[in-house]
T-cell receptor, first 109, second 117 residues
Framework: GQQVMQIPQYQHVQEGEDFTTYCNSS?????IQWYKQRPGGHPVFLIQ?????EVKKQKRLTFQFGEAKKNSSLHITATQTTDVGTYFC?????????FGKGTKLSVKP | GAVVSQHPSWVICKSGTSVKIECRSL??????MFWYRQFPKQSLMLMAT?????????EQGVEKDKFLINHASLTLSTLTVTSAHPEDSSFYIC?????????????FGSGTQLSVL
């Protein structure tokens, strides 16, 4: 069945370092969404990408959607302690939205 | 943004009892709501899609009789865990979207931590 693989599962960084999480789909996606879940909280929508090769930025966060619409990445520049949490991608295809397993980011001050 | 309210936030129950979890869209109507289960340090597992006025659509492997879903109005969906057992202990979370088009962003409830003794 359709799968969305997300790596890495965990990432520990020193504050100020960059961070990247990657998602790969087994099938072509119609769109991809990114969510952030703070510890003890619920997922909160960050962004949606729809177009092939699309790149969107939100302050220190850069989101990319691959040319083939099968992969995506989230890059955080100069991490801060407020960035801690689990970042999920969710790929949309054939009426389904499949979540990746998430990347848990911890930031050491 | 849109608000999805989920209640209760946590519940502890005895094995064999049933637990009802409510998911409400506070400022929009949702013909579709989604129910997920999340184990510690794991991703969101879609359990079922709740459809207003019709039967829910369950994902493969999810027992319909175990997890009863009712979506009686455009703002409320309920998930009832029937005859709960310790293995049902988990974090349950719902989501909904105010947008009609598929693929639009989801708004999540705050989740319900269920502990079955």
């Amino acid at each position: 069945g359709q799968q969305v693989m997300q790596i890495p599962q965990y990432q520990h960084v020193q504050e100020g370092e960059d961070f990247t999480t990657y998602c790969n789909s087994s099938t072509t996606l119609s769109n991809i969404q990114w969510y952030k879940q703070r510890p003890g909280g619920h997922p909160v929508f960050l962004i949606q990408l729809v177009k092939s090769g699309e790149v969107k930025k939100q302050k220190r966060l850069t989101f990319q959607f691959g040319e083939a619409k099968k992969n995506s990445s989230l890059h955080i520049t100069a991490t801060q302690t407020t960035d801690v949490g689990t970042y999920f991608c969710a790929g949309g295809s054939q009426g389904n939205l499949i979540f990746g397993k998430g990347t848990k980011l911890s930031v050491k001050p | 943004g849109a608000v999805v309210s989920q209640h209760p936030s946590w519940v502890i129950c005895k094995s064999g009892t049933s637990v009802k979890i409510e998911c409400r869209s506070l400022d929009f109507q949702a013909t579709t709501m989604f129910w997920y289960r999340q184990f510690p340090k794991q991703s969101l597992m879609l359990m079922a899609t709740s459809n207003e006025g019709s039967k829910a659509t369950y994902e493969q492997g999810v027992e319909k009789d175990k997890f009863l879903i009712n979506h009686a109005s455009l703002t409320l969906s309920t998930l009832t865990v029937t005859s709960a057992h310790p293995e049902d202990s988990s974090f349950y979370i719902c989501s909904a979207s105010p947008y009609r088009a598929f693929g639009e962003k989801l708004f999540f409830g705050s989740g319900t931590q269920l502990s079955v003794l």
